[in-house]
């Protein structure tokens, strides 16, 4: 299916993303961007240069913010093929850069030996990780993509959170930048690599909703990306579509307007398929209860209206969960909850 077709098949409003920078592609918009509730939303002064140009958008889903945007920056996936292939090979280049992270390494690779787990390998960067890397061993591993993958995700920061983080804005009817002061993001590489414990598992990535503001995730052409549209109910998201999609502080910050998609990642045996993707989070020091004035549209737990949780803590109770999913930690209970009900549990009323 085309990413038209889907516009075509979720759309049903007309559009308001074009005044928040964002140009519609065709002519109908999905219900969730109807609620524009403040046009005088505050653009995120960004700290970067300007954005280049505003990316296009189609639709994903009915029922939450998920996009399809047609981005000028494309990810290498040569040389991020070539960073996972090297490094496969290299387990003295992966100690050193582990070494550089040691609270929970760099690069990732329980599905070596854990059949359960999700089956892909990850490598997690962020400007912080990325500042830790000595000299030496990042001239030793730029010819090996890992210059050409740090240059992608510093173009996208520069070039389209603003962006995107205003736009986000209106649909929240309040100004979600002054919780993205600090530009927290990270930054992810999947190798959803035939070579794991279980090479015929289609489990690539169990079903989970991101917990940050928005994620931009960029595919190497291969299937595999799936979105829940209604319980039980998975739409594959053609395997080249570059993808917006939104997460749990999203949702927080603004009231219940903007939603967000849970999804997953199947694998078919014996195809490989690679994945960028760029995570912004709030400041950690983030109060997570509804921004602004306007009475929220959903009821959310009185922890969540208090402003009992902030984002570090947030992030930290989530990140159990998928960590665990990932086979990185153990944990105890963990069959008692899902990801996403202890945190339905915490976020709703
Ligand atoms: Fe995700």
């Known amino acids: 299916m085309t990413q038209t077709a889907y516009a075509r098949l979720h759309c049903i409003g007309s559009g308001n993303l074009a005044s928040a920078g964002i140009k519609i592609l065709g002519k109908a918009v999905c219900s969730w ?18 954005p280049a140009k505003a990316p296009a958008v189609s639709f ?3 029922n939450s913010t998920t996009v399809s945007v047609n981005l000028e920056a494309k990810a290498p996936f040569p040389a991020i093929r070539a960073l996972f292939d090297h490094l496969h090979s290299h387990l003295d280049d992966v100690a050193k850069l582990n070494a550089t992270y040691p609270h929970r390494g760099v690069i990732k690779t329980a599905a070596l030996h854990k059949a359960e787990s999700d089956q892909k390998f990850t490598i997690d960067l962020s400007p912080m990780r990325n500042s830790r ?14 210059g050409e993958v740090l240059d992608l995700f510093n173009a996208i920061s520069a070039q389209y959170v603003p962006t995107i983080l205003s736009s986000l804005s209106i ?22 690599n035939p070579n794991t414990a279980a090479p015929k598992s289609s489990n690539g990535c169990g079903a989970h909703t991101d917990y940050g503001t928005f994620s931009i995730i960029f595919q190497d052409g291969t299937s595999g990306l799936e979105l829940e549209e209604t319980p039980g109910i998975w739409v594959p998201v053609p395997g080249d579509a570059t993808v917006v999609l939104t ?24 195809v490989r398929r690679l994945s960028a993707v760029l995570f912004v989070t709030p400041d950690l020091d983030v109060k997570l209860k509804p ?8 009821t959310f737990s009185d922890t969540i209206m208090r402003g009992d949780l902030d984002v570090a803590t947030f992030k930290d109770v989530m990140g159990k969960r998928w960590r665990y999913r990932e086979g990185n930690e ?6 008692s909850l899902s990801q996403d009900n202890e945190i339905e549990n915490m976020v709703w009323g």
């Open 330 to 335: 153990e944990m105890d209970n963990a069959d």
């Open 291 to 298: 921004l602004g004035d306007s009475q929220p549209i959903r």
């Open 33 to 50: 961007a109807t609620n524009v509730i403040n046009p005088q939303a505050t653009p995120i002064a960004p700290s970067h240069p300007a």
């Open 247 to 270: 997460g749990w502080c999203a949702v927080i910050l603004s009231g219940g307007r903007i939603s967000a998609a849970k999804h997953r990642v199947r694998r078919a045996p014996g």
């Open 133 to 146: 890397i000595p000299e030496a061993l990042r001239e030793s591993l730029d010819p090996h993509g890992l």
């Open 60 to 62: 994903l889903s009915s």
């Open 171 to 192: 649909l929240a009817g309040t100004d979600l930048s002054v919780a993205h002061t600090s530009y927290n993001m990270n930054y992810r590489l999947c190798d959803y």
